[in-house]
């Protein structure tokens, strides 16, 4: 009976958070309550409470789902290219672009992420939990490019944290600009000759090798 009743409210959990993602695409955060979520969940305020301490928790608890999501690709990706770390970061790049088209949770929170949410009022410790996730992702992408070099396959060289922001503004970019026009460019079509564009970069680029001394 308590396993059931654990499952029962861990799905329960999922589906709020199913809700409000469908919720704060539509309109956006700031425009969205908790009422609005929890009467289209049908459950009560008290339930939501239950499971989440305020708006914000709730908006960064979808995406900490989306973040560890990465983490769970990275495994997968190792095991399918054992010693080829740059395979892996490729089809990691390739899924991330992909997946905003074909994966409608992922789709969904990256509008929300870059066309409807504002960082202010009660979502601005959202901000500074964003902030965190994106200071560890620059280390986690420095970490995959020194797999990559001690490979020998990307430059030994390679500036690994001027070549992580550059990936995540590049990543970031592509995705925020077909979500605000996707009749403009086929991402799915295109994502790997993108991803292709980065990796050729960190290859030839000058200006991401250190100087020589």
């Not at 490729?90 to 992420?113: G, K, Q």
């Not at 026009?181 to 086929?186: N, T």
Request: charged share 25%; hydrophobic share 45%; net charge neutral.
């Amino acid at each position: 009976m308590a396993r059931k009743t654990k499952q029962q409210a861990l799905a329960t959990r999922q589906h709020i958070l199913d809700v409000a993602l469908h919720l704060f695409s539509q309109q956006g955060v700031s425009a969205t309550s908790l009422t609005e979520i929890a009467k289209a969940a049908g459950v009560t305020r008290g339930a939501i409470y239950w499971h989440f301490k305020n708006k914000s928790d709730l908006f960064t608890e979808i995406w900490e789902l989306s973040e560890s999501s990465i983490g769970e690709l990275e495994i997968e990706y190792q095991a399918k290219f054992p010693d080829d770390p740059l395979s892996v970061l490729r089809e990691i790049l390739v899924h991330l672009l992909e997946a905003t088209v074909t994966e409608e949770r992922r789709r969904l929170l990256m509008e929300i992420i870059f066309h409807k949410c504002e960082f202010v009022g009660e979502m601005a410790v959202v901000q500074q939990a964003q902030s965190r996730l994106c200071l560890e992702s620059y280390d986690r992408i420095e970490q995959i490019l020194a797999h990559c070099i001690q490979a020998k396959m990307l430059p030994a060289d390679l500036l690994t944290r001027r070549a992580a922001v550059i990936m995540r503004g590049f990543i970031s970019g592509i995705m925020e600009n077909w979500l605000f026009a996707p009749q403009s460019f086929d991402l799915h079509k295109e994502a790997r000759s993108y991803v292709a564009i980065l990796l050729e970069t960190y290859q030839h680029c000058p200006t991401l090798r250190a100087p020589k001394v």
